[in-house]
T-cell receptor
Framework: KNQVEQSPQSLIILEGKNCTLQ??????????LRWYKQDTGRGPVSLTI?????NTKSNGRYTATLDADTKQSSLHITASQLSDSASYIC????????????FGTGTQLKVEL | DTGVSQDPRHKITKRGQNVTFRCDPI?????LYWYRQTLGQGPEFLTY????????KSRLLSDRFSAERPKGSFSTLEIQRTEQGDSAMYLC????????????FGPGTRLTVT
């Protein structure tokens, strides 16, 4: 079964600190891995997208890494801001049919003063 | 704002009633996806369209669910005889194509079945 698991489930950090979120997947075959940010009550917004041949992608203070051999990805957030408080979802595109997205359950991040 | 709109944003209905949601994708996008998201979970795929053709339906999409995209533009998702278990956020996304194309999500429709 294609699965995407994320850790930690939730995280609280102080404003200005860095953090790293983890994603392990078993989706196969896959074409790309994405990280989305989802604010409460809103739709997900894309942060990064990496193909299986890429191992890092940055978007401002967000840096995603991918190790296709170990099927692991991480999202590193630098100098966190209060507005970073959201759910961060790891998403893998399964190429087996229709390029459907397989979503993780997300890491709920809270940034506090 | 991603350019994908959904209506209504919130819907409260009584068990057994029918409900219909609408999604307007980004105009040049030929792919449209529906997802369902319950509290604390990631979205789950329901169905997708390539233009007006519905190409795949998840087994999550029971016979009470039907989706259409009659002119290859907006799409509707109807749930008949709603059940409490249908309470969820229903998300729509659109993309230019398959593969590495970005999927842009709408704000979702929050359904509460009482």
């Amino acid at each position: 079964k294609n699965q995407v698991e994320q850790s930690p489930q939730s995280l609280i950090i102080l404003e200005g600190k860095n953090c790293t979120l983890q994603c392990n997947y078993t989706v196969s075959p896959f074409s790309n891995l994405r990280w989305y940010k989802q604010d409460t009550g809103r739709g997900p917004v894309s942060l990064t997208i990496m193909t299986f041949s890429e191992n890092t992608k940055s978007n401002g203070r967000y840096t995603a890494t991918l190790d296709a051999d170990t099927k692991q990805s991480s999202l590193h957030i630098t100098a966190s801001q209060l507005s970073d408080s959201a759910s961060y979802i790891c998403v893998v595109t399964f190429t087996g049919g229709g390029n459907k997205l397989t979503f993780g359950t997300g890491t709920q991040l809270k940034v506090e003063l | 704002d991603t350019g994908v709109s959904q209506d209504p944003r919130h819907k409260i209905t009584k068990r057994g009633q029918n409900v219909t949601f609408r999604c307007d994708p980004i105009s040049e996008h030929n792919r449209l996806y529906w997802y369902r998201q319950t509290l604390g979970q990631g979205p789950e795929f329901l169905t997708y369209f390539q233009n007006e053709a519905q190409l795949e339906k998840s087994r999550l999409l029971s016979d009470r669910f039907s989706a259409e995209r009659p002119k290859g533009s907006f799409s509707t998702l109807e749930i008949q005889r709603t059940e409490q278990g249908d309470s969820a956020m229903y998300l729509c996304a659109s993309s230019k194509g398959q593969g590495d194309y970005e999927q842009y999500f709408g704000p979702g429709t929050r359904l509460t079945v009482t």
